[in-house]
């Protein structure tokens, strides 16, 4: 399994490209994010499936908590900063090309799948901007606390969902910045992360600070359409990817909690993964799959973090409901990942 490791910083989040299946994104800070700079990490596997190369590393003031890929420039990232900065950068080049600033917190998430970026920050907003313009078009402040993530929807271009400290998700239009378009207390606890099915228009899981993640369905918000015990600690990253049952990833948000769990709700199967010796927990993931990337080799079984052994799991059978996509899961860069215990459960 390829290995990257950032000594002196700390990974937070990981991306693969959106136009070329082998190259990443990787958004560091210096102390776990409490003080000090951030690194902005350009990373490319190499043919032989082995090394992952450094592309390029570019530095900034405070730290980074989250990074985007463009989806309309090729090579070119966004990263939310804990100066309140949203930085854009194209790799090859030094110097950002833009930096977006209108927050007056960190920002710690951000999502650009079109031409629009969005930006969810600690001062309980999310905006969004233009990147070409460096215009904030709106900015949308109907969260009590701090905003952990923003996303768009993949298959509405004008929608977005929210979750914050206030344990409630919110669902936006672009054109409606003065109010949510619906709304749901989703946990009785700070709802960390969420993230929409890529094949069901009205579906989407949070994952909250209670250990819960939840299935929701946008058509009857009143109760969730599932709950799963996560772990007894908070689920800061959460990514659903499948043709039909949701696969959901998430980690452990303090340092105690070094576990990382996939689910496949139709197929009723788990599977966990424990980080090895004294390794922080990943603190960030992103599952890739063939659906996204058709170019991508076929594999029989996942692949867990930037280091450790390859994971054969039940998870393999996914190829099967993903049209025999290759699905992989990356844990922080640095972060090795052995299987702890795979469980078959109903």
């Known amino acids: 399994m390829p290995t990257f490791l950032t000594p002196g910083r700390h990974g937070y989040s990981v991306r693969f490209s959106r136009t070329r299946p082998d190259s990443l994104a990787v958004a560091t800070s210096q102390y776990y994010g409490l003080a000090g700079g951030g690194t902005l990490f350009f990373l490319e ?13 570019l530095e900034w003031s405070d730290g980074l908590f989250d990074v985007t890929w463009s989806g309309t420039g090729d090579g070119v990232a966004a990263c939310g900063a804990g100066d309140g900065a949203v930085v854009v950068w194209r ?5 950002p090309l ?16 079109r031409a ?28 009590s606390q701090l905003v952990y993530t923003a996303a768009f929807s993949p298959h509405s271009p004008a929608t977005f969902a929210t979750v914050s400290g206030d344990g409630h ?24 992360s969420c993230d929409w099915s890529r094949t069901e228009s009205h579906a989407l899981a949070t994952a909250g600070s209670d250990g819960l993640i939840r299935g929701w369905d946008l058509r009857r918000l009143t109760t969730p359409m599932f709950t799963l015990k996560d772990i007894p600690l908070s689920g800061r990253m959460l990514r659903m990817r499948s043709k039909k049952g949701a696969v959901l990833t998430t980690r452990a948000l303090r340092h105690s909690g070094r576990l990382l769990r996939l689910y496949d709700q139709d197929m009723g199967l788990e599977a966990r993964l424990r980080t090895a010796g004294d390794h922080p927990p990943p603190l960030g993931v992103h599952v890739r799959t063939g659906l996204e990337h058709p170019q991508a080799p076929p594999d029989s079984g996942l692949r867990l973090g930037f280091a450790g052994p390859r994971v054969r799991s039940p998870f393999a059978r996914l190829r099967v409901s993903c049209a025999a996509a290759m699905v992989i899961v990356d844990a922080v860069i640095g972060s090795g990942c052995v299987p702890n215990k795979t469980n078959y459960s109903e």
């Open 98 to 113: 833009r930096v977006l600033r209108a927050h007056r917190a960190e920002v710690c998430s951000v999502d650009w799948p």
């Open 169 to 192: 998700l919110k669902l936006w239009t672009c054109a409606e910045p003065a109010r949510p378009a619906a709304a749901v207390k989703a946990h009785d606890a700070e709802v960390l």
């Open 91 to 95: 790799g090859g080049c030094a110097a």
């Open 45 to 57: 596997l190499a043919p032989d499936g082995t090394t992952l190369l450094e592309l390029q590393k």
């Open 116 to 143: 629009h970026l969005l930006s969810a920050s600690w001062d309980t907003t999310v905006k969004l901007w233009d990147p070409e313009s460096e215009a904030c078009l709106s900015t949308f402040s109907g969260h």
